[in-house]
C-alpha cells in the first residue's frame, strides 16, 4: 500500500480535474530511501527537471521536493528507513482541453510505500525475462523521461502472469532491444559492455546512468547505442537496473539462457562499493 | 468549469492510488449532449468498449453508462439541456507497479461543463489551422482509442497560443497528415473526398465515423487512406470535424489557404439533416 500527500499535506486524493488525471501530463520518479535519505537523489531531481522543461511544466525547487519526501517520510506509517517514494508531478488543475493555461500550479504527489525485498536468489543466480510483443513507439518528444503517459509498459506488463517471470523486455517499433518494462537493460559479449540508446523511446533509467558513470570512472567501456535483438541473444551475459533493486543478472529469457560471468560481478562490486548495496549481504 | 462525478455520486476527486493518476491507464468520450440528450452516443459507447477491450479493461454496460451520464446531468449546475459530458474511464485503483490486479474495479467518472458556443462564422468563413511540428509516433496498439495517455496532444497543443489560430494538425512521425489535436480532418479535390487511415496513431473520432456513415448513405464516395501532406496543400477544400462542433471549413494553414465549396457545403446539409446542427440556422 501507497501512502500518499498533496503538497506534503497528507491526502490520498486529486482532483478530477487535474492533468494527470486527464492526460497523464505529468512526471514521476521512483526513488529508493535506504537509511532515511533519498539514494540517487540529485539523479532523480535532475531527470525530473530536465523532463519538465522539455514538456514545459514548472516544477519546484530541489529543496522543495526534498522537503516534500522528507514531510512524507516522517509521516507515513511505512517504516520510512527503507521504503520507496514516488513523486509525481503534474501540470495542475486546468479547464477542459489540452491547452495549458498559463495559471495552473503544478500538483506535487508524494507516495511511500514498503520498499519489495527481493529474494538472495534473484541477485546470486540471475532472472527470469520474457520478450513482450508490445513495441515501443518511436517518439523522440518523450523518450528519457517518465512521464505518466504509460500505457505501453502496462500493455507490456499486461502480457504475462507467471510469477516466475520477474521482468518483460520491449523492442521499439523497429525491433531493436530498448529496456524493460521497469528496467534497463545492459549487455555483455566477451569483455564489451553495451545499453540501448534512449533517444527514440524508452525511459533512461537513474540506476542506468549510475551504472553507466561507475563504469565511466572504473575505465570500463560501455557503449551507448543502438541495440539489435539478434545482439541480446548472442550476448555471454545480460543484466538488467533499476531504482530499487540495483541491478540483478538475467539467467534466461525464452529459450535463451545466459551465464552470469566476471564482468558482472565486476561492476556489481563496484555498486556496492558506490553504497548501492541490494545484493545479497 | 467541469463539475464531476464519481460512479454516479458528486465529487470531484480522484484516489492517488488510481492508474489514471499513475499511468494514464484508460480511455475517455467527450459527448456532445443536445436537447437533454447524449448525441452518437452509440458510437461513444462502441469506441469506449472497443477499445476498453483493446486494453484489457472492464467496462460497465451500456445503460449503466447513460445512467451515470444521466445522473450527473440532472445533479449538475450547468445547463443540461446543451452542455458537454465527459466519461473518463480508468482501470481503477492498485497497488504500485504497471501490473493490473484482477480484483480491481474500474473508475467511472462523469464531467459535466458548459457546451462552448463557436461564432457563426467558423461555420461560414472557415477556421484556421497551424501545422503543429509536435508528430505522432506509430503505435498501433493504441492508435483509434482515446486513451488518457494525450502528452503529443498536449505538446502539439501548447505550440500555439494565439487564438486566431483555432486547430493544429498533426501529422505522424513519417510525415502523413493523420488528424488534428482535438479533430479529424477531411480533404476534398475535385470531386474526391479523403480523410486520414486512423491504423497507426491518431483518435477516431466520432463525428468523422458519422460523417463517413452519412457519406456512405448518400453514395458519396470518400477514401479512407494514407495522406501525405502534399495532398492536404494541394486539396481544394479542407474540413475538419468534432464531436461537440460537428464539421468546420478549413480557411487557412500557414500560407496555404482553401475555398470552401459545394461538397462541403453538401457534407453540411447531409450533417444538418442527420440531427447534427452545429453551424448557423
Not at 138 to 157: F, Y
Request: charged share 25%; aromatic share 6%; net charge neutral.
Amino acid at each position: 500500500m501507497t501512502e500518499w500527500f498533496l503538497d506534503g499535506r497528507p491526502g490520498a486524493t486529486v482532483s478530477a480535474d487535474d492533468r494527470a488525471v486527464q492526460y497523464g501530463d505529468g512526471l514521476f520518479e521512483t526513488i529508493a530511501i535506504r537509511d532515511g535519505a533519498p539514494r540517487l537523489w540529485d539523479y532523480h531531481v535532475e531527470r525530473l527537471q530536465t523532463g519538465a522543461a522539455r514538456l514545459g511544466l514548472q516544477v519546484p525547487a530541489k529543496p522543495a521536493l526534498r522537503a516534500a519526501v522528507h514531510t512524507a517520510l516522517d509521516t507515513a506509517q511505512a517504516g520510512h528507513n527503507r521504503c520507496v517514494a514516488k513523486i509525481i508531478l503534474s501540470a495542475g488543475r486546468g479547464p477542459r482541453g489540452y491547452r495549458r493555461t498559463g495559471d495552473a500550479s503544478p500538483t506535487l504527489l508524494t507516495g511511500v510505500a514498503e520498499a519489495r525485498r527481493l529474494p538472495e536468489s534473484s541477485y546470486r543466480d540471475g532472472v527470469t525475462l520474457r520478450l513482450c510483443n508490445t513495441r515501443l513507439a518511436l517518439q523522440p518528444q518523450l523518450a528519457g523521461m517518465k512521464t505518466l503517459n504509460r500505457l505501453e509498459q502496462v500493455l507490456a506488463r499486461s502480457e504475462w502472469s507467471d510469477d516466475s517471470v520477474f521482468e518483460g523486455l520491449t523492442l521499439d517499433t523497429d525491433g531493436r532491444v530498448i529496456c524493460g518494462t521497469m528496467s534497463n537493460v545492459f549487455l555483455i559479449t566477451g569483455q564489451a559492455l553495451a545499453t540501448p540508446a534512449i533517444t527514440r523511446c524508452g525511459v533512461s533509467g537513474v540506476m542506468r546512468r549510475h551504472v553507466l558513470e561507475l563504469l565511466d570512472r572504473a575505465k570500463i567501456e560501455c557503449q551507448v547505442r543502438d541495440v539489435e535483438v539478434g545482439e541480446l541473444w548472442a550476448a555471454d551475459d545480460v543484466f538488467i537496473s533499476n531504482s530499487q533493486f540495483g541491478i540483478l543478472p538475467a539467467r534466461r529469457c525464452g529459450n535463451h539462457a545466459w551465464q552470469t560471468g566476471e564482468t558482472f560481478r565486476r561492476v556489481e562490486a563496484l555498486l556496492r562499493e558506490s553504497g548501492v548495496a541490494e545484493g545479497p549481504a
